[in-house]
Each structure stands twice: as structure tokens, then as C-alpha cells.
């Protein structure tokens, strides 16, 4: 009887077992239509937007090439017929790498980093910082990474010489070199290997660590050596987003001129 | 037996204890298959994913095929572009002067410094900060006298020296890039090309297919839109 019993309560264990597994897995899926008002806002952005005037048109992104279906969300793969190095980053970033690998796409909710509560649920993809009906890059480069980065180094941007820089350029049609967003330093400009075409860099990571890849490669543009070096270096610095010159001065700088000195003493 | 069991140990326990071991093995194998089954995977990781990968830590095959150990080429398969320019490539052991040197660390295998589910240190390397030590010990203990004393766990953690691309924090690129003013007279940002704006845009050309469609919105994002 003791055994019969038993046996019984591992079948209800098993069931439960089941049933809370499957729990973990529920797709979630809304039924929609398009209104006629909403298609004309979106023509209408569309119509002023870089995609209208290099004559990408609704059918370059929403129309299966080869069945002619209609594609209602296009994905990184359709992006990635014309902007092929920026989606290929993109896709090896921490922003990119979950699509990369078959996973559902990155969400806020997923990150370490301090997010906004509100964006928790937002899918990372190119249309999710890109409106790409507008192709605005006023929006991809600064208001969409606040839209959900939510740790000091990004509050502090708004208030800082760069956030006070790209403020000053909002009427400009599309930010120039002069302006220092968000992009200009996490995604930077590349020349595209053997070649002299300048793309930009989609994977958010590369140049985060070590920080001298972005001392070279973004700081220096604007900044000398030694200014960019010392403060990249502190901590506190970088959180309150370079609001302030550097204090410090680094000892690995000090040897070099200490050797740079002795150098051209023997010299002499 | 029983004096080895004591007295407490009853056959009818045995029985019970029995099913409860018989018990719990067919859950795991329950709880493993349906893991499995809908792509639970994270269940069977052996200890904490790095920072840098645990956003991708539940798709095994990423780095895994099968049992058989993570090779260099999958490594790659992301990390070419820091992998471009190595100062400790397959390039520097070639020569007879530094080959020996392998035998301490395999450096040419990404694993023998970033293991993967095990304690990271930091930037995905596993072993203790002062790995350096191994080949580099006599530059701070005499061989180098602006070394003397320096930590030998400071090397790369201080931010002086990069194990790979040591290209924009060399002494040399140092040197070359001294005294520059704090703001340079012109930024010089790479400039995108951009091609021949027509004056006009063309018109859009699926508007009626649009209107038409019938579907299931699968995306967040679209399905907020589509309710404004």
C-alpha cells in the first residue's frame, strides 16, 4: 500500500513539475490591423526621412523579394541587405549578440546595468533606437540609448559639455562631426577594412574595454593624448560624464616624458 | 548488518526511502527533458556565465558542440576584430627566442586564460591578475629600472599594458602623442559619404497591401504603435 502511495505522489510531483515548466514558456501575441491614419503618419515621416531620398520605399523592407509576401516587421536581416557592417556589429555587441545566437531579442529587463522601469519590456533591434521611418539620427544617437539607459554616466550626459554641444545642434537637420552624442563615442566611425568607406560601428562593447580603445579611436579626434588618458582613467569622472577637466595625472604618462627627457638629453 | 544500520533502521524505511531515491531520479530526468525539451538550458550551466557572455549563457552551441572542448575558432567567431592585432600571436612564438616560453602558459589557446562558468577576475580571465609573472617576472625585480617594485598583479589592471592589442597605449604611440593641446583646433571625426539626394522623394508603394493585411503582431513595439 506505502508503495502504491508513493508512486502515486511522484506522478502528482511529475505533473506539477510539468505544468510549472511550462509556465516558463507562454508566447504572447496581439492581434492588429493598420488604420489608414496611421499608415499616412508613417508615410509622412517616411517622406522627409534619408530612406525616401535614396529611394528605399515601403516595398524595399516590407516585401519578401522573392514571394512577394508582405513582411509587416522586418527584422535585422532585412536592414541588412543595404547596411551590412552596421548590422554585422550590431549582432556581435551586447545589444546584437542574443539575436546573433538564436535567442530572443535583448531587453532592458535582462540588463545589469540600471535601466528605465518603464522600457523593461522594449526588444532590441535596429527599429527599436532607429525609428526607421524617420531615420532620424538626432533620435538613434542620444534619445533613444535614454530612453532606456538609466545609470548615472548616462543621466549625466544632458548636463555635460558634450550633452550642452549636441543640445546646441537640435535644429541642425542631422548632427555633424561637431557634436558629441552617445554614437560619436559607443558606436564610433571605422573605415570599413581595405577599404576607405567610413560605416559606423554597431557593436556598443568593443570599445569599452580596455579603454584605450577608445582613447584612439574616439577621444583623440578632438582631444590630445594626455587629456583623453587622464580621464578615461578616473572612475569618477567618467560617471559624472567628463563634466569636468581631468585632475589627475597619470603616472604611466609622467615615465614616458621622464624617458622621453632622458632620451634627448643623451641625445644632445 | 542491522548492528551496522543501529537500531533506528526498519525494512519498511528502506522500502520508503527507496521510492523516494527511484523518486527524485525520475524527476531529474523529467526536469532535464523538459528543460530540454523547451529550451531551458540554463539549468545545466556548471557555475556563473561572465558578464560578457551571460546575456547568450542559455544557447550552449554557441561555444559548445557537444562534449568536446571550446577550440579557438568558435572564440573568433566573435572576437576577430580584437584579435586583429596581437602581441601575443601565433606570429611572436614563431621565433625561436619566445617558443619555449609556451611551455609556462599556452597563450596561443584562448582557454588557458578566459575559462568560462568558473570565478572571473575581470575581461573574461580567469587566472590570477599577476599571470604576466609568468614570462615578465625580472621587469619588476631588476631588468627594468623604472619597473622596480611595481606590483606584479598592476601591469594590465592599472590599465598600462594590454596582453593583445597593446597598439594605442604602447610607449611608443605615447611618445608620438605627447603635449598635444587639451582641445584639438579641429575635431577630426570620420566623415560619413553620403550619396545624391533627389529633390524628391518617390511615392510610397504598398499602402493598399498594408490596409489589406491581416495578421498576428508578434513584436511589443509594433503592437503599442498600432494601439496609439
Given at each position: 500500500m506505502k508503495g502504491r502511495k508513493t508512486k502515486q505522489l511522484i506522478v502528482c510531483f511529475m505533473g506539477l513539475f510539468l505544468w510549472w515548466s511550462l509556465l516558463f514558456f507562454s508566447p504572447t501575441a496581439h492581434a492588429g490591423s493598420f488604420t489608414e491614419k496611421?499608415?499616412?503618419?508613417?508615410?509622412?515621416?517616411?517622406?522627409?526621412?534619408?530612406h525616401a531620398f535614396a529611394d528605399v520605399n515601403c516595398s524595399s523592407c516590407h516585401l519578401q523579394p522573392e514571394?512577394?509576401?508582405?513582411?509587416?516587421?522586418?527584422?535585422?536581416?532585412?536592414?541588412?541587405?543595404?547596411?551590412?557592417q552596421q548590422v554585422e556589429t550590431f549582432l556581435l555587441g551586447k545589444h546584437g549578440i542574443r539575436l546573433q545566437e538564436g535567442l530572443s531579442p535583448l531587453t532592458p529587463a535582462m540588463a545589469r546595468l540600471p535601466m528605465k522601469e518603464a522600457a523593461g519590456d522594449r526588444q532590441m533591434n535596429c527599429n527599436t533606437c532607429h525609428d526607421v521611418h524617420s531615420a532620424n539620427t538626432f533620435t538613434a544617437s542620444v534619445?533613444?540609448?535614454?530612453?532606456?539607459?538609466?545609470?548615472?554616466?548616462?543621466?549625466?550626459?544632458?548636463?555635460?559639455?558634450h550633452g550642452l554641444l549636441f543640445d546646441q545642434g537640435r535644429s541642425l537637420p542631422k548632427p555633424t562631426a561637431d557634436l558629441v552624442t552617445c554614437a560619436t563615442c559607443h558606436l564610433p566611425r571605422q573605415k570599413?577594412?581595405?577599404?576607405?568607406?567610413?560605416?559606423?560601428?554597431?557593436?556598443?562593447?568593443?570599445?569599452?574595454?580596455?579603454?584605450?580603445?577608445?582613447?584612439?579611436?574616439?577621444?583623440?579626434?578632438?582631444?590630445?593624448?594626455?587629456?583623453?588618458?587622464n580621464s578615461i582613467f578616473d572612475d569618477e569622472l567618467v560617471e559624472a560624464n567628463f563634466a569636468a577637466p581631468p585632475t589627475q595625472y597619470l603616472q604611466t604618462l609622467e615615465m614616458v616624458k621622464a624617458l622621453e627627457e632622458k632620451r634627448s638629453g643623451t641625445e644632445n | 548488518m542491522a548492528n551496522l544500520f543501529g537500531r533506528?533502521?526498519?525494512?519498511?524505511?528502506?522500502?520508503?526511502?527507496?521510492?523516494?531515491?527511484?523518486?527524485?531520479?525520475?524527476?531529474?530526468?523529467?526536469?532535464?527533458?523538459?528543460?530540454?525539451?523547451?529550451?531551458?538550458?540554463?539549468?545545466?550551466?556548471?557555475?556563473?556565465?561572465?558578464?560578457?557572455?551571460?546575456?547568450?549563457?542559455?544557447?550552449?552551441?554557441?561555444?559548445?558542440?557537444?562534449?568536446?572542448?571550446?577550440?579557438?575558432?568558435?572564440?573568433?567567431?566573435?572576437?576577430?576584430?580584437?584579435?586583429?592585432?596581437?602581441?601575443?600571436?601565433?606570429?611572436?612564438?614563431?621565433?625561436?627566442?619566445?617558443?619555449?616560453?609556451?611551455?609556462?602558459?599556452?597563450?596561443?589557446?584562448?582557454?588557458?586564460?578566459?575559462?568560462?562558468?568558473?570565478?572571473?577576475?575581470?575581461?573574461?580571465?580567469?587566472?590570477?591578475p599577476d599571470l604576466c609573472m609568468n614570462c615578465h617576472e625580472e621587469i619588476i625585480t631588476g631588468e627594468l629600472a623604472s619597473h622596480d617594485g611595481f606590483a606584479p598583479d598592476g601591469c594590465w589592471t592599472a590599465g598600462c599594458h594590454n596582453f593583445h592589442d597593446h597598439r594605442s597605449i604602447s610607449t611608443g604611440f605615447l611618445r608620438q602623442n605627447m603635449n598635444a593641446p587639451q582641445l584639438l583646433p579641429t575635431p577630426e571625426v570620420p566623415v560619413l559619404k553620403e550619396g545624391d539626394r533627389p529633390t524628391k522623394p518617390p511615392k510610397p508603394d504598398l499602402n493598399q497591401e498594408f490596409l489589406q493585411a491581416k495578421f498576428e503582431i508578434q513584436n511589443a513595439n509594433l503592437a503599442s504603435r498600432g494601439k496609439e
Open positions: 496611421h499608415i499616412e503618419e508613417i508615410n509622412l515621416l517616411w517622406q522627409n526621412s534619408a514571394t512577394k509576401q508582405l513582411i509587416v516587421s522586418p527584422n535585422h536581416e532585412s536592414c541588412q541587405s543595404c547596411h551590412k534619445d533613444s540609448c535614454l530612453t532606456c539607459h538609466n545609470d548615472s554616466h548616462s543621466l549625466n550626459y544632458v548636463k555635460s559639455k570599413i577594412e581595405g577599404t576607405k568607406t567610413i560605416f559606423v560601428n554597431h557593436n556598443n562593447t568593443y570599445n569599452l574595454l580596455p579603454r584605450d580603445r577608445m582613447v584612439k579611436d574616439v577621444c583623440m579626434n578632438c582631444h590630445g593624448m594626455e587629456y583623453s588618458y | 533506528a533502521f526498519k525494512p519498511s524505511q528502506f522500502l520508503q526511502s527507496k521510492f523516494a531515491i527511484l523518486g527524485i531520479i525520475v524527476l531529474l530526468v523529467v526536469w532535464f527533458s523538459v528543460a530540454f525539451a523547451l529550451d531551458r538550458r540554463t539549468i545545466f550551466l556548471p557555475g556563473t556565465t561572465s558578464p560578457g557572455h551571460v546575456l547568450f549563457e542559455a544557447s550552449c552551441s554557441s561555444c559548445h558542440e557537444g562534449f568536446s572542448p571550446v577550440t579557438n575558432e568558435t572564440c573568433l567567431r566573435c572576437h576577430e576584430a580584437e584579435m586583429a592585432e596581437d602581441a601575443h600571436g601565433p606570429k611572436k612564438f614563431r621565433d625561436p627566442r619566445w617558443a619555449d616560453l609556451l611551455t609556462r602558459i599556452d597563450v596561443l589557446t584562448c582557454t588557458a586564460c578566459h575559462v568560462e562558468h568558473v570565478h572571473i577576475f575581470a575581461r573574461g580571465v580567469h587566472l590570477k
